[in-house]
C-alpha cells in the first residue's frame, strides 16, 4: 500500500501538469490554458506573461536555474539551448525572470541542423514556438518548454510541427464523420499511440573497448557465438538483478515527468529487453518516447551498463524494433476504432475501420518509408521484424465481417465466446476477437492498429504524420460522399462495400515470413516490396502523397523534398562512417593482433622443427593465417578503392545513395567475413576486443 502512495504521490512530480496549473493559475488563465490544449486555440501574450511567471516560480522553488526550448529537428533527436532565469540590476544584485514573450518564442541558431535545402548556411536564424499541448517539466535543474522548430521563413525543420497538423486535420475529419452519425457532443479527435521499445544493454567496460559500438552503435565485426537465441529461454524470462535495478530506477525517473511507463520483460535476443507505456495523445507521445529513449541510455552508465538503441547491435540475433500502437478517441469517450460487443451491427466503427483499410493501402509507400533507415535495413524482410511489404491483419472475425458485407450475406460475431483451457481448477475467459500476427507490419489489436515496421532508434513522429494524415484523407472522401447523400444508410453502406472491394488485397492474415507471401502479395495482389530505405524514400515525392500533404497543409511540396533530402543523406553518411570505422579497426587493431598471434605460431613451430618435432596441425594454421591477412589486406583495400569511388556520385543523391548501398556494403560484408573467420581461430588472448558471447552474456 505504502509503495502505491508512492508511485501515486511520484508520478509527474516534476512536471507542470493540469493538477500544477490549477493550483497557481487564476481560473480564467487556467481556463484558457485548458481549452488550448483541449481544443487547439490559441493563446494571448498576456495570458502567456501569466503562466510564465507560474512556471518560473514553480521551477525555482524545485531547484530549477535554467530554462530551455526544447524541440525536435530532423535529426532523429532532440535539441535544447539552456538559458538562466537570472537578470542583473545595476546595484550588482539579480532578480530571476521569465517573462511570456520567453514562453512563447526561442531564437535557436539552426544553421547546424539538417534542413534538406530549406536554408542556407548563411541563414542562421530559426525560431522555437511554445507547444502548450505538451507540459513542461523539469531535468536536471532546468525548466525544459516542449516547442515546434521553424525557420527564418516559416518552413518546418522540426518533427513536432507536422505532427501538431496532422492531429488537426484528423480531427476536423472525423468530427464530419461523427456528425453524421449523429454525435453532437465531441468537439475534438484525438490520434493515440504507444511506443513499445526494444533495446539492448551491455557491460559499460566491454562496449568501450568496441570502437564499432562507441561511433557506430552497432558491432561491425562479431563471429556467431556457441549460443544465440536459439533455446528461446530469454524472452520473457527471470529478469537479472542487474537489469531488474536498471528498470526500477528507469520507471521511477519516467514516472516522475509523468512518462506512463507500463510493462518491461526480456526480449527475444540475449541482452534484449522491452518497455512499454500506456498509449496517450500522439503529440505527447512522442515527446514521450523521446525522453524515454534519452533516459534509457542516461540511466544505464549510472549502473555500468551501455544501452543499444540501434535496430542490429548483433548480427545473428533479433534487432530491435518500435512498435507503434495507434487508434483515435474523441473527446466525449469513445475510442474510434473499438468493435463494441456487437461489431457486425457497430456502422460507425465499420466506418473508420475501412477508412483505415483504404488509407494504408493507398499510402503502403509513405508508411514504408517512415520506417526506413540505414539501422533498420538490417532487421526488416528478415524472420524478425516483419516483412518490408506493407499488408494488414484483421483476424477472422473482422475480416469475416466485412467479407459478409460485401456479399450482403450475415455474419456471425464471435466476441462472447469463451476460452476454455481444459483444466477445470483453471477459469475461463472471455475470447479476444482476433489472435496476434507478430509478422504483420500492420495489425489489428483489438481496439487499436500495432504498426510493427518502425526501427528502435525512429523517432514515433514521421509514422503517425503519415497515419494521421492519410486516415484523414480517406474519411474526407467519405464526408463529401456521405453530406450531400439522399439516403445515409444507403450510401454508407456503399461506401463501405466499395471500399472494401477495391482495397481489401492488403489484408493478409497468414504468415508474412513466408516466400510464397512475397510472391503473392508482389505478384498476384500487386502490392509493392520496397526492399530498401534507398528503394522506398523517393516515393516521398509521388505526385499522389505530394497531394495528399498539400491538401490539408500538413507539408508543402518544399518541406517533402527537403525531408527526402535529409533521410538519403543521412543513410550515405551512416554507411560510410561505419565503412571508415571498419578500415580503422582492421588497421588498427585486428591487423596488429592476428600478425602478433601469427608470429607467436610460427616461431612456436620452428622451435619444434628445432626440437626434430612434426606438427601438421600448427602448420597449417600458420599457413591458414598467414592466408587470411592477405585476404584481410586486400578487402581493406578494396573498401577504400570503392569508398574514393563514391565521391564520383557525389552531385546526386539519389545515385550515391544507391552506389553506398550497393557498392561500399557489399565490400565491408567481404570484409567482415575475413575478420569474423579470423575471430574463430585467433587465440582470446591475443584476439584485440570482446567478442559476441562476452557482450550478450557477461552482464
Known sequence: MEESKSVASMFGCNVFNQQVMRERLTKDV????????????????????VVANAMKNWAVEKGATHYTHWFHPMTGVTAEKHDAFLSPNSDGTIILEFSGKELIKGEPDASSFPSGGLRSTFEARGYTAWDPTSDAFIKDGTLYIPTAFCSY??????????????????????????????????????????????????????????????ITGRTLFGA??????????????????????????????????????KTKHNEVAPAQHELAPVFETTNIASDHNQLTM????????????????????????????????????????????DPGDTPTENTQFLTFLVAFIKAVNKYSDL????????????????????????????????????????????????SNIKFKIGVDALPSFKKDNTDRNRTSPMAFTGNKFEFRMLGSADSISCTNVIINTAVADVLCEFAD?????????????????????????????????????????????GLPNYVSTVDCLPEYLA?????????????????VASRTEVLLDNYCKVINIEALTMIDMVKKQIYPAVMEYTKDVCNALTSMRNAGLENPAQEKLAHKLSGSLNCLNSAVTELEQVLLNAKDNAEDLYKLSRFYRDEVFSKMQSLRAVADELETIVSDKYWPFPVYSELMFKI
Open 294 to 337: 534519452e533516459l534509457m541510455k542516461k540511466i544505464a552508465l549510472k549502473h555500468g551498463l551501455v544501452c543499444l538503441l540501434h535496430e542490429k547491435p548483433f548480427a545473428g540475433v533479433n534487432g530491435s524494433g518500435k512498435h507503434n500502437n495507434w487508434s483515435m478517441s474523441s473527446n466525449d469517450g469513445q475510442n474510434l476504432l
Open 224 to 261: 556467431k557465438p556457441p549460443k544465440g537465441q536459439e533455446l528461446e529461454d530469454h524472452y520473457f524470462g527471470n529478469i537479472k538483478e542487474r537489469i531488474s535495478a536498471y528498470m526500477h530506477e528507469l520507471d521511477e525517473e519516467l514516472w516522475k515527468l509523468g512518462i506512463p511507463a
Open 481 to 525: 460522399e456521405l453530406e450531400g447523400a439522399e439516403n445515409f444508410n444507403e450510401k454508407l453502406r456503399e461506401i463501405l462495400v466499395r471500399t472494401y472491394k477495391e482495397n481489401k488485397q492488403i489484408i493478409f492474415n497468414g504468415n508474412g515470413y513466408s516466400d510464397e507471401w512475397v510472391k503473392e502479395a508482389t505478384e498476384v495482389r
Open 153 to 214: 521563413t516559416g518552413e518546418t525543420l522540426d518533427k513536432k510541427t507536422p505532427l501538431l497538423r496532422s492531429m488537426d486535420v484528423l480531427s476536423e475529419q472525423a468530427l464530419r464523420i461523427l456528425r453524421l452519425f449523429g454525435n453532437t457532443t465531441a468537439t475534438r479527435v484525438f490520434s493515440t499511440a504507444g511506443a513499445e521499445q526494444e533495446y539492448f544493454l551491455v557491460d559499460k567496460a566491454l562496449y568501450d573497448k568496441r570502437e564499432d559500438l562507441v
Open 30 to 49: 487556467y481556463k484558457a490554458v485548458m481549452q488550448t490544449k483541449k481544443m487547439g486555440t490559441p493563446l494571448n501574450s498576456g495570458v502567456a506573461s
Open 543 to 559: 505526385e499522389k502523397n505530394v497531394a495528399m500533404f498539400e491538401k490539408f497543409k500538413v507539408y508543402s511540396k518544399v518541406e
Open 367 to 414: 508508411l514504408r518509408l517512415s520506417a526506413a533507415s540505414a539501422g533498420n535495413d538490417h532487421r526488416l524482410g528478415a524472420n524478425e521484424a516483419p516483412p518490408a511489404i506493407v499488408s494488414m491483419f484483421l483476424g477472422d472475425e473482422l475480416q469475416g465481417i466485412l467479407d459478409a458485407l460485401e456479399n450482403d450475406t450475415k455474419a456471425e460475431a464471435n
